[in-house]
């Protein structure tokens, strides 16, 4: 499976439904798609009846994190996905500004790295 993803920051619900059956669309599976909102509970019928994961951006655990370095809230919320920081600094303030942050992405790169570093092991033992 190749690396790809889609990434769109939505300022309706109509757009942000719009924007998923276009994501699905293109090959990505509920699993594979992450939601990130101020505000969850125009979304709720997402998480409970699909396997969209949907994340509540600025929760009191963000909240605590971004303390520490002195982060955006919104900013720390985003940290899982890997993003480079221009966009991390991006779809943050997109965010705070009232956006829904849609991500979707086929195999993971870090996952692919670590695929290609357990496949040369594999080899290097194989050749022991």
Partial sequence: MEYRREIALVY????????LNMIRGHGFSEHEIHVFSKDIHPLQSL???????????GNWFDQLISFIPRQNVYEVSLRILHLTPEETA???????????????????PYEKE??????????SKAVE
């Fill in 12 to 19: 309706s619900i109509e757009e942000a439904m719009t924007k």
């Fill in 47 to 57: 998480k409970m009846y699909t396997d969209i994961q949907v994340h509540l951006a």
């Fill in 90 to 108: 991006h779809y943050g303030h997109g965010i705070d500004l009232g956006a829904i942050f849609l991500f979707a992405e086929h195999e993971h």
């Fill in 114 to 123: 670590k695929k290609k570093q357990q496949a040369a092991f594999n080899l």
